[in-house]
């Protein structure tokens, strides 16, 4: 008889992974897979492969209780809050911490807005203008919030929320250039110099249609955000020539194609740009002389929050400067947490990719909100990467 | 040709494997060798560079086993292979359920609009799965259901039940039809027919269906994206969020203990049958 | 594309039908609620949705328009369309051909190895599909395994560009759903029955006609089976050909996922998914009357 045991020998794995798990559970009330019943607030060290941190700084400020469940419902991108902020967090207050992640901000409001419960969402620049216009976000408490003074003040008072009625900025980052000194000899100053039919199957580029007409009116010299059609139609002509020369369309991990030596050079995150440099001398980073888009990711309260208060705590824990510190030596962003920066180490500060000199920054442009232009400028890049 | 003058019918049980010319037997033989080195080649490179010392999984810097010992204290990352193991598992058995006993309904009987629910199936196998995973999302919420395993589940076998079907299908046709008959008139119900004599014909389908079930179930990605909350997020979401900072070595850690675990299981199965 | 027209949808041949008794709906029952509600109402609400309007964030606002599917019939789309299908199209092909040896293989091992050598078919896909295709990329591109494999032994001077190419995307594709074409094969050569095989080759037929003319049309099932689980999820793949393929030319599938991310405008989304799924019924259907013809 053709009994299936090698079914039941999956159903036993499954079987004994359950029990494994249940094992683990009891105690552990900041990691995100925990059941419902709050546990107690302190938490064994080093639970995760992230930042030896778990001893939060000593010299925290008291703090009050808020009058919520201790429960705090985190969406963000993945792999963007170290898991040791988390846990520190639950340490200090006794607050429990869910995360969901996304990979996107239209998947956020996707989730969001078809029943999602979420106390505090990571909405970038235009988002946050977005999520502010669809009235999807409630107003800060900034008395709840007084690290907010730690920001530079470069950084508050943005375009996209003015007086920061509803965010807090969390990173930020220029999108640049990246090249491979060992295939390319050139001297690379700007997109100009990127889109060359030398470079033809060579190039690596975002596979973000906003991104990439924004670099076609940066070289236009149009202003980023005025995405009429007949500016667009401008970009069309220049994209046209551009876009053939590209190989790889990667906004997820475009390292991967520059490490493995099937393009040369290519329009990246900065992210992307400081994990390069770092790892071998040969990549050089550029901020386009045309000028470029910076982003800002900040923290916002959705309406329909359950916990605010929390989340106001949770957004004044992370402004404090040892626990930025924490936040930027995982991620080689743009902290515009200025207290935090005082912190760091001397050649994290040194990485132009992560922090731009003066001169470069002011090169950079925000995105605003251009509602159903998005779809308009998808139409546009997708027409071309078919040809 | 060949060796039509020596070999006797079958009715005596001498097999070879497979039958045919020795040439054609080497032949076959050699080409599934080289399909399972075409399997295998990634997969072996994935054990190689769970040792590697190089975060970035390009090149080899050195043998190391530490992200062995990172991913058991990657907590995260250990419970959303749970979560996948555990989705998949349940994911299998009701696909495989739904998928022999839809098959073996549809064949048997003559429902009204038979034809329409025959092509109803294929649906979840072509819809894209931004569509289905958003659609029943919607569809949750509205009834006031809570995202997680349970939603997660029925999506999952929603569209992983058509692959048993149509595989089932396949090994229906040209079923000797007097072999339920027999039984029936031996004073078994349809049911018990059914159980005892069409199954055990249908084992094969039935277990590859079920592999092919937990295989989907096991890496889906998008459905996962709409339906898991925070605290079943399975492995699949876990990994395409950690692309951005670069795949980590325990992800091929995790891969390499489970896949060495399965071929033991496996081994182990085989052992025992050998045994009576 | 006879074969897939053969396999699709087998509702049974003649001789042993029933009218379904009572038990028989017992058993339907619960099959036909779950379809209802999570195939029928979700494609009931894509179908809707296509005719919807959309808001500043990209959701749903139920506002009539043909808009959508007027838009999804343009050229570009259509071509992506067909593009999409023309790369499954492909992909079967080459599965069948190279799977269809080895699922015989397998199928007519000796019974105590067949479960084993299924297993191990199916285990390298255990692992997560981003290592795995990860794994691919490292193994083909310029700075890869196999590029440097053969310079050093100095077979090549230059590195042989084969990522981000339409060889690595078949490539991708054929790792992806090789199993898909083995298992069901493996199903019907399974239940092959000796005597016919053996006889196939000892009444003096070549052994490639006794496989030509035998044993594959025995195994019809199973190929049409395979044929139709690779076929048809191939069209909607997106995630492989993105990686492999560098993103240029996007499938149908990277390009309805775009509509609900990047391009906020789920309805255009849903129409394109609407106009696949029409697309879909309407060639089974022709095929199944083709077939009845005959």
Partial sequence: MKTPRHLLAATVLAAGSLFLSGCDKPAESSSPATESTPAPASTPAADSASAPAANAPADEEAVADTGEPKVLNLFCWSEYVPQAVIDAFT???????????????????????????????????????????????????????????????????????????????????????????ELVQDDIKGYK?????????????????????????????????????????????????????????????????????????????????????????????????????????????????EHPKNAELFINF??????????????????????????????????????????????????????????????LVTTLKVQ | MAEAATAVPVATGRRRWPSGPTFQRWFLGGWTLLVFAFLYIPILLLVVFSFNRSKLGIRWTGFTTEWYGKLFSN?????????????????????????????????????????????????????????????????????????????????????????????????????DPSLEEAAMDLGA???????????????????????????????????????????????????????????????????????????????????????? | MAVVAEAAPVTGGSSHERRPGWGAWLFLAPLLLWLILFVVVPSVLLVVYGFCERDGLGQVVFNFTWENYVRAFEWKWLKILLDSIWYAFLTTIICMAVGYPAAFYIGRAPERFRNLLLMLVMIPFW???????????????????????????????????????????????VYNFLPFMILPIYTSVEKLDNALVEAAYDLGASPVRAFSRVIIPLTRPGIAAGALLVFVPAIAMFAITTLMGGGTNPTIGEVIQNQFFRAQNRPFGAALGTLLLVMFFASLWFMHARKREA
């Fill in chain 1, 193 to 305: 110099d990127v889109f060359q039919e030398k470079f033809r199957d060579k190039i690596v580029i975002l596979d973000d249609a906003r991104e990439i007409v924004s670099w076609a009116f940066e070289t236009l010299d149009i202003p980023i955000n005025d995405v009429t059609d007949e500016n667009l139609a401008k970009a069309k002509d220049l994209l046209a020539q551009w876009l053939p020369l590209v190989k790889v369309y990667d906004s997820d991990s475009p390292k991967t194609a520059l490490l493995n030596g099937d393009v040369a050079l290519g329009v990246v995150w900065n992210g992307e740009g400081a994990i390069l440099t770092a790892e071998d001398e040969k990549f050089k980073w550029i901020i386009p002389e045309e000028g470029t888009h910076i982003f800002v990711d900040s923290l916002a309260i959705p309406k329909s929050a």
């Fill in chain 2, 75 to 175: 907590k995260s990352l250990l419970d959303s292979f749970y979560n996948s193991l555990i989705v998949a598992s349940v994911t299998t058995v009701l696909a495989t359920l739904f998928g022999t006993i839809g098959a073996w309904l549809l064949f048997r009987y003559k429902f009204p609009a038979r034809r329409m629910l025959g092509l109803l199936i294929f649906i979840p196998m072509v819809m894209p799965e931004v569509l289905m995973g958003s659609s029943l999302r919607l569809l949750v919420v509205a009834v006031g259901g809570s995202l997680g395993y349970i939603a997660m589940i029925i999506a999952h076998t929603t569209f992983c039940f058509p692959f048993v079907l149509v595989g089932v299908q396949a090994r229906l046709e040209g079923i």
């Fill in chain 1, 91 to 181: 340490k200090q207050t006794g607050i429990r911490v869910n995360v969901e992640n996304y990979s996107s901000n239209e998947e956020m409001y996707a989730k969001l807005l078809s029943g999602g419960k979420y106390d505090l969402i990571q909405p970038s620049e235009y988002a946050v203008e977005a999520l502010i216009e669809a009235g999807q976000l409630r107003p800060l408490d900034k008395s709840a919030i007084p690290n907010l003074k730690n920001i530079d003040p470069e950084f508050l008072d943005m375009p996209f929320d003015p007086d920061n009625k509803y965010s807090v900025p969390w990173m930020a980052g220029p999108i640049g250039i990246v090249v491979n000194t």
């Fill in chain 1, 318 to 379: 992370i402004l404090r400067p040892k626990i930025s510190k924490m936040i930027s030596d995982e991620f080689p962003y743009l902290n515009p947490n200025l207290a935090a920066r005082e912190l760091l180490d001397p050649d994290a500060l040194a990485n132009p990719a992560s922090y731009p000199s003066k001169e470069e920054l002011d090169r950079m442009d925000t995105f605003k909100n251009i509602g159903d232009k998005a779809s308009d400028i998808d139409d």
């Fill in chain 3, 127 to 173: 692992t997560s599909f981003l290592i795995r295709t990860y794994a691919w990329i490292t193994i083909l591109s310029n700075n890869g395994f196999f590029n440097t494999a053969l310079i050093s032994m100095g077979m090549i001077e230059r590195p042989i560009e084969m990522m981000y190419t339409p060889f690595a995307v078949v490539l991708g594709l």
């Fill in chain 2, 189 to 276: 119900t349809p049911v018990e027919a059914f159980w005892k004599v069409i199954v055990p014909y249908l084992m094969p389908a039935i277990v590859a269906g079920a592999l092919m079930s937990f295989t989907l179930s096991f890496d889906e990605y998008i459905v996962s994206v709409f339906l898991s909350d925070a605290t079943s997020q399975t492995l699949p979401l876990k990994v395409y969020g950690m692309v951005k900072k670069g795949l980590s070595p325990e992800l091929n850690a995790l891969s390499t203990i489970f896949i060495v675990a399965t071929f033991f299981l496996v081994l182990i199965t085989q052992v025992i049958k050998k045994r009576p």
